[in-house]
């Protein structure tokens, strides 16, 4: 068993706010991650998927169709976005990075499958000061 | 004459799109980055100081203090914010990287200029893959 | 469950020497990290927690709470300090990057339980080509 | 229960290959990293070693000695080569990431036992958007 | 007048090596690089414009359209190739990053100056611990 | 006319200090910096050698010689050492990454006029968020 990991990027707008909650209360909660205007981030996204080597390439997964997969299923539908506004599977969710990560595992998971591998773990970057990590339960 | 270059930081979010044109050629010229609900970034922020040392302390400008003019004069301004919508010194401008960059330079110029010191030169990262420098004519 | 990583810094000097061996020995064994007069790094320490997210504001725990009490607790006692001297935490501890690790993860577990989340794990870089990863037990 | 990883380097060149499939089938399944005039990478090796904390010297390990074990090892070997033609412990393998980091692990796994260690994982970055995690089964 | 740089990668194999040298002299001068059986790197390259700002865009010159003359001109013939064998614009020069760097400049001079800007400098890193600057004279 | 670039390494300890000055104005002006008992950093240091390329080896300067000379001259002397206390070439100097600076192109000018190219510039960054830079005059 071994691990490939794919790195993409996504740049996006976003803010965080609760809608049952006051400006005040949004305020004193998330800070300047409230401002009603927005702001974004540079986000790097690392996709990991485990399983065997094929023999006949010496692939887990040809990590070409990889990088085809995270590109049209995530950072097609969240670069230049903003994941408040502009995502199907972003709707309703409050776009923490936590939620982000959990949104983009989920879609990811079967498509890998798909592919004949398993998707081990996302991990999201934010900022280079922090990030998160998901590995689905 | 030495250099001395301070990083620092500020999120926001942002749009390319001139109000002269049509959508189909803002879309045209700009992309994705035209997108009426915002995108956003992660910018890195280089301030390049000249000057002589002080033989006092050993330093062309007190770092911490350079920092503090940065952060108040720029970062505080931009961090977390819309840069087309929440910025006085950005009203009525495209907020390309090109026309930021040329905003801060002009904003810190005097203020460098009172610590003793001359400003150099303003280099900022939009992306990890493109930066704009700009040193003052 | 999910994990949430944050980063943060402190720059500080130290030696490895251990005060029951000869000289000599200490040299053989640590190198020039022995040097009496001290040498010192950037360290860059990742705190990572783990929980579950709370449907009201998408996080595992607040960011900018876990950044203070990171910085609280940690930084601003190794920040610019001479481990093997300033340190309360680390009287009598051989300041190798392993013993730092386990010191600083002793302390922050309480505190990141008090938080409602659990400390999954610290990261000390002391320099970029070598780290120590530490996850309690 | 620690963890310590060092990072080490080595820049090869190599191609992806299958001897026994047509050139067509080849440049299919592996695109341009089947070249016949070969490409390269600067490649960048973690080796997590896991132990417990010797009491004299605060090490699980001495990474001056750890890092000379990769380096006789490992890199020495693969550094300026070409992984197809020049290694021995890669003769007959196909030289994707995936074969390359078990062909390290399962050298350096006994070298470090002797060191009085457990050899955790390999991580190798082939660039800075891809790597390979591998524990040993 | 403004800088603006793009940065783009290329991964390729080359060797060192002065055919009118004995392979003794050749081994005395570039070590392991010239290993006859090439070795390799994961290039990045910097592209610096000059020029001043178009104020219908805010751009010196539109970032997509450098990236794509930057990669239809430099990148796809140089990634995943074999410098010394497999590039028009190499061949009969040594591949040391210094030509490498000229050669580029060269190319890429004329096709910027038909996008109404100038080519300021070439910044070409072999790895991380080195690089090349040209500025065209 | 090009412009060739090593990245070399040191670790080492120091702290900010005027003896003409009290305790009370050193705190002040230099803050944590001060600390009596040190503190640290891992220092990079970039070394820009300029010069026209020899046709012969398509060099302006062979690299690792280049990087003898600096790691003898400056690295040896500095990495794992305290600045204040043990690098003669710093005797009597406020140890301030300007000063370092100077110090170490002084140093290497001359060494690498001999090997036939000219000293560009030294860059040295204290923390990856400050440096300096120096061209001689």
């Known amino acids: 068993m071994l691990f490939i990991t794919r ?20 305020a004193e909660v998330f800070g300047k991650c409230s401002n009603p205007n927005w702001h ?9 998927v485990k399983g065997n080597i094929n023999p006949e390439t010496g692939f887990i997964v040809n990590l070409k169709e990889l990088s085809t997969v995270i590109r049209t299923e995530i950072c097609d539908k969240l670069d230049h ?6 995502v199907d599977f ?15 595992f989920n879609i990811l998971a079967p498509k ?13 970057y934010e900022t280079e000061n922090n990030y998160v990590e998901y590995f689905g339960n």
């Open 112 to 124: 890998i499958k798909k592919m004949g591998a398993e998707l081990h773990g996302i991990k999201l």
């Open 40 to 48: 974004g981030h540079n986000y790097s996204l690392f996709v990991t």
């Open 90 to 104: 972003l709707k309703g969710v409050m776009t923490s990075t936590e939620n982000v990560t959990i949104a983009i």
């Open 7 to 26: 790195k993409e990027h996504f740049n996006a707008a976003h803010k965080l706010y609760n809608p049952q909650w006051t400006e005040e209360k949004n």
């Open 81 to 86: 976005k903003n994941l408040n506004l502009d």
